[in-house]
């Protein structure tokens, strides 16, 4: 008797995982006029339930794969752990997430901010408000999670950004290394709007939660991380702001967003 309720048990644990699902999307952008990869990981859904989302941005030259062979290799065991959606958009090898200037296919804050959400909401058993939706991002997904997450600011109610590139400005060489030119032209010909800073007076009023962080070791992050918080700080924008041991590196981003992934479910919850 006891041999089969183990067996129950064991094959019940297996129908709850498998009924995980992994979605590999192409999702049309009106405004790209193009098909736009994406994955998206759901719990094991229930009838009649619906779900927090939370939309997770890559760094440069990344994409929705690795995110979850490398990234962040247990996201599909925190879709069933937190009993939410993760949707997970390929931001193209170097697009910035920004809506290009010069680029007419490359305009991904719009696809992001307001067309993906519109389809999960349409296709996917999600909670269709703030409170229940966030964004973040690492690296250049850090820079597109806070420029899309605050000026969307009445669809996502919590912001992250791990060892995120806050800004240009001080990119020096990292400005035309990692292609930001190929999207907004020339720093000195650089639109103000597309600095971080200038989200700063948006965020005093946006009745959002805001999560920052970067390793001590990441020479190019830390201090356009620093400054960033400090000008919150004067600014009186409550967030939290945590530096730890690390480089930019998988290593430092894989385990700083496991951990806001869990301020974010606690957000949710609240």
């Not at 964004?135 to 969307?152: E, P």
């Not at 009445?154 to 590139?165: D, M, N, P, Q, R």
């Not at 709007?193 to 989200?199: G, H, I, Q, V, Y």
Request: glycine share 8%; net charge positive; charged share 20%.
């Amino acid at each position: 008797m006891k041999k089969f309720i183990s067996i129950v048990i064991i094959l019940t644990a297996f129908v709850q995982v498998s009924g995980q699902k992994i979605i590999h999307h192409e999702v049309f952008s009106p405004k790209m006029n193009k098909k736009i990869k994406t994955i998206i990981i759901t719990p094991n859904l229930q009838p009649d339930t619906t779900y927090p989302s939370v939309y997770i941005l890559h760094g440069f030259s990344g994409n929705p794969d690795r995110i979850i062979k490398e990234d962040i290799p247990d996201l599909v065991q925190k879709a069933q752990e937190y009993k939410t959606i993760y949707v997970l958009p390929d931001g193209d090898y170097s697009s910035w997430y920004v809506d290009s200037p010069i680029m007419r296919d490359s305009q991904y804050q719009t696809f992001i901010g307001k067309e993906l959400v519109d389809f999960i909401d349409k296709n996917y058993p999600v909670k269709a408000e703030k409170k229940s939706r966030g964004i973040m991002g690492w690296s250049m997904g850090g820079y597109g999670a806070t420029n899309i997450g605050v000026t969307y600011n009445k669809t996502f109610g919590i912001v992250g950004s791990s060892c995120g590139a806050l800004d240009f400005n001080s990119f020096k060489e990292g400005y035309q290394k990692y292609m930001v030119n190929r999207v907004l032209g020339p720093v000195e010909f650089l639109n103000p709007n597309f600095l971080t800073d200038s989200k700063i007076k948006l965020m005093t009023g946006a009745d959002q939660q805001y999560i920052f962080d970067c390793g001590t070791d990441d020479s190019q992050m830390i201090t356009m991380n620093r400054n960033f918080h400090k000008k919150l700080t004067e600014a009186k924008i409550q967030h939290l702001y945590i530096e730890s041991l690390g480089g930019h590196v998988p290593e430092y981003w894989s385990r700083s967003l496991s951990e806001q992934l869990a301020l974010f479910e606690r957000f949710f919850k609240k």
